[in-house]
């Protein structure tokens, strides 16, 4: 907090559903929820771009030309990648095909701000000025099930930049292309990469050397970017439901849970933990039973392998500072910012200080021109290793996370009562058929999706 002042009235919109006045985001039943306004305030930028007419009759805002100040509204242009379906039947990850996805997705996004209704004059604005669109993802846990990887493991967290860094190279390529047809936009002078400082530059981080970042560099400059802004981490319960995806950059709540939509109450299950329980011969209804009971985790199930184990740990069970720590790698290549949501069994102040903290003063580490690490010194700086000794990060007082929590997560106070029914012996075509979704068939229709 910096501080507190007043502000005159301002227009905020809200999302009503008919009838019932309220509707389900991220899974929280809510009413009538207000869109957050941004107001810049006249900065000399607007103050420019007002008295350019010509500027703004190319842009169609001609009306505006004259006026002393627009309260502009932040608007939205968003699309998320369901990532698993890049994983190769070997096992590998098709980066081309991700980049191929994320270029097009750009294009189709920037197409979007142009015929878009907008519900107030100051979105229009604001959006044909800055043109920002948000190209994020859903399915990172679901590529690391596929994988057989732990969510927590080095392999893990080096494809979780990787992946990012395509992301991001190819939304960046695509805005450049559409530059050199459509223009830069128009308040792309004096932006950091008008200067040719991509997001990881301004992090102090070094991409690898997938992508040729160099002639991208030298393009931008020559150029400019279609768009303000390319990539973010939004909130993805809906889309990556109907997916059969987890959402977002999250690891799994739990191996088995209900969820109720309009057209009932379906019990989930964890396809990825059932098709291999399925291929050791143990999964049955015992089983199924004793994971319900024990609240869709497996760590105490003792005939479930020690390997199974740990490549199916829900959120709870996986340690935060992993999940800062990879918001914090892929944060170099998003140059909006993450909805992160931090989970925690028993939150208290002390927990969600440290927390905070962590996510606050966390660093990359810079390199050489021989590519080694250089370690800073002082005494408010602290440097972490990982299992085998390298060097990963380290910390100090100034920030790194953009946004350090979106929504604090917690377990229910109470459990509920499991009700269990009698042994039901089934053949594996059987087990397997149950756990098919109908999104993979060409008939019939899932209805835990469809409501």
């Known amino acids: 907090m910096i501080k507190i002042e007043k502000v005159k009235n301002r227009p905020v919109y809200d999302i009503t559903v008919k009838k019932n006045h309220n509707f389900y985001a991220n899974d929280i039943l809510v009413h009538n929820c207000a869109e957050i306004v941004e107001a810049t305030g006249v900065t000399k930028v607007q103050k420019d771009v007002l008295a350019n007419k010509e500027l703004l009759e190319s842009l169609g805002l001609g009306s505006f030309y004259g006026q002393e100040s627009v309260n502009e509204t932040a608007v939205c242009n968003l699309a998320s990648i369901a990532l698993p379906k890049f994983v190769n039947k070997n096992k590998t990850y098709n980066h081309k095909k991700l980049y191929d996805v994320a270029y097009q997705a750009t294009v189709n996004l920037n197409k979007v701000i142009d015929v878009n209704y907008y519900p107030s004059e100051a979105a229009r604005f604001s959006n044909l000025l800055h043109r920002p669109i948000g190209l994020g993802v ?26 990012f860094e395509t992301i991001y190279y190819a939304s960046i390529k695509a805005s450049c292309d559409i530059a050199k047809v459509d223009g830069a936009y ?175 003063g966390r660093r990359n580490l810079m390199k050489d021109e021989m590519g080694v690490e250089i370690i800073p010194q002082g005494e408010n700086i602290e440097v972490v290793y990982d299992k085998n000794g390298r060097p990963r990060f380290y910390r100090e007082k100034k920030s790194a996370l953009k946004t350090g929590i979106y929504y604090l997560r917690n377990k229910g106070a109470t459990d509920a009562v499991k009700f269990t029914t009698q042994e039901e012996v089934k053949s594996t075509e059987q087990q397997m058929a149950e756990i098919a979704c109908s999104l993979d068939s060409t008939d019939g229709e899932c209805m835990a999706c469809g409501s």
């Open 138 to 163: 859903q399915g990172l846990s679901d590529i690391f099930f596929l994988l057989g990887i732990t969510y927590d493991s080095d392999e893990a967290k080096a494809l979780n930049k990787e992946i």
């Open 186 to 360: 128009a308040t792309y002078a004096g932006s950091p990469i008008s200067e040719g400082k991509f997001q990881f530059d301004l992090w102090g981080a070094k991409p690898t050397d997938r992508w040729d970042w160099d002639k991208l560099r030298e393009d931008i400059k020559k150029y400019g970017v279609r768009n303000s802004l390319t990539t973010c981490i939004m909130p993805t319960a809906s889309t990556a439901s109907i997916l059969g995806n987890e959402a977002s950059c999250e690891a799994q709540t739990s191996n088995m849970y209900t969820r109720g939509v309009l057209s009932g109450t379906f019990i989930l299950v964890n396809k990825y933990l059932v098709k291999e329980l399925v291929k050791l011969g143990i999964w049955n209804d015992s089983l199924r039973r004793k994971i319900i009971a024990e609240n869709g985790s497996v760590q105490n199930i003792p005939e479930i392998p020690t390997n199974i184990k740990e490549i199916f740990k829900t959120v709870y069970e996986i340690k935060q500072k992993d999940v800062i720590d990879m918001a914090a790698d892929r944060g170099a290549f998003i140059d909006q910012t993450q909805s992160m949501n931090i989970f925690m069994d028993s939150p208290n102040f002390a927990k969600l200080t440290s927390m905070h903290f962590y996510g606050w």
